[in-house]
């Protein structure tokens, strides 16, 4: 991918040409303290986009070992 950074957006376009006849561009929306992506947009050739935001960011939380060992968790 090219990489470039508009304002608080880094674009990243698809170097591959077989890749960028399924993908113009994959947006990651930064923000926030610190800083995080908040949103990923991926827009595709035809002009269909998908967008997904993140919320409820956590950093760092503190996770118990037995989400891990499939005797907790969800």
């Known amino acids: ?13 698809p170097k ?3 890749l960028s006849r ?4 994959i ?3 930064i923000a ?3 800083r995080r992506v ?3 947009r991926l827009l ?9 935001t993140l919320s409820n ?7 118990s070992d037995d989400l891990f060992s499939g005797r907790g968790g969800r």
């Not at 991918?1 to 376009?13: D, H, N, P, R």
């Not at 399924?22 to 561009?25: Q, S, Y």
């Not at 960011?57 to 503190?62: G, S």
């Open 1 to 13: 991918y090219a990489v470039e950074f508009v304002g608080s957006t880094a674009i990243l376009k």
């Open 16 to 18: 591959n040409q077989t």
């Open 22 to 25: 399924l993908i113009e561009h």
């Open 27 to 29: 947006s990651l929306v």
């Open 32 to 34: 926030g303290s610190p």
């Open 38 to 40: 908040e949103a990923i």
């Open 44 to 52: 595709e050739p035809d002009g269909d986009r998908l967008e997904i």
């Open 57 to 63: 960011i956590e950093i760092n939380p503190i996770l």
